[in-house]
């Protein structure tokens, strides 16, 4: 909604607060919040801290989204024009979400809705389909080129660096991690913190080995294909329903499938 057509807006606790029909936005003082021409904001939560800025680039639409900066401090969200984003939830510790023009970000089939959780930078380019997660930690980069599509309970885990080339086809319940999750320690260590953090567990704060990965462009990725740390897969490739890749380089043209090990041909195509 542009701001000319914000039914109210006032001081609160040193927070610029708009409420709109069925959405409300607050922004700290020192915050940033920019919108281009016919944007439009329906039941929606808005949240951005002093010193953190959000900018909404013409004709994009927000339906259902929760946004939030989680710390203030230099953190940014910038979705460019003309994006349609529908039940999504992004929040920013410390870093940065920017989202190139012609974007659909979106719930699909799912139940669950998606999510971006970024501690680092997510750079996405133009006309892409994404309903996939993303949770990005210890400053871990991700980077997603254009024209791709990235279906319904796909995941990508990124601590050191993730890059998607364009025209890519992802299906859905893909895994895309870079790095272990958790640090690997010794049994009576894991012991220790189990006990020191119940009824919590796997609670860490060390980063774990990482490696990154590296998809190129023209790709197939079937359903439920894992993509673990160290894989590099070069452009035009295909990749079987569930096949996992680890620690992997793929030239390009190959199709790679599990039956019953792991096999690379020549693409027959």
Not at 209 to 216: N, V, W
Request: aromatic share 10%; charged share 25%; glycine share 10%.
């Amino acid at each position: 909604m542009n701001l000319k057509r914000l039914l109210i807006n006032f001081i609160y606790e040193k927070k610029l607060i708009f409420l709109l029909t069925g959405s409300k936005v607050t922004i700290e003082k020192g915050g940033v919040f920019k919108l281009g021409k016919n944007v439009k904001i329906y039941k929606s939560t808005i949240y951005v801290k002093k010193g953190d800025s959000l900018i909404i680039g013409d004709y994009s639409t927000l339906s259902r989204v929760s946004l939030s900066m989680i710390l203030g401090g230099k953190s940014e969200i910038y979705i460019g024009k003309n994006c349609s984003i529908e039940e999504f939830d992004m929040s920013v510790t410390k870093g940065y979400i920017h989202i190139d023009d012609n974007n659909i970000l979106s719930k699909g089939g799912k139940l669950e809705r998606p999510h971006f959780e970024v501690e680092g930078g997510l750079k996405i380019g133009s006309f892409n389909s994404l309903r996939c997660c993303a949770w990005i930690r210890f400053n871990g980069q991700v980077e997603i080129g254009s024209r791709n599509a990235i279906n319904e309970g796909t995941e990508i885990r990124c601590d050191e660096h993730i890059i998607i080339g364009d025209y890519n086809q992802i299906s859905y319940d893909c895994v895309f991690w870079d790095t272990n999750t958790h640090v690997i320690y010794k049994a009576e260590k894991r012991r220790e913190i189990t006990d020191s953090q119940y009824p919590e567990f796997g609670m860490e704060f060390e980063k774990p080995k990482t490696t990154p990965i590296a998809i190129g462009s023209d790709c197939w990725i079937g359903k439920g294909v894992s993509v673990l740390k160290g894989t590099n897969l070069a452009d035009k490739c295909i990749v079987g329903y569930g096949t996992l890749l680890s620690n992997i380089k793929v030239s390009e043209n190959k199709t790679i499938f599990n039956q019953p090990h792991l096999k690379i041909i020549d693409n027959q195509l």
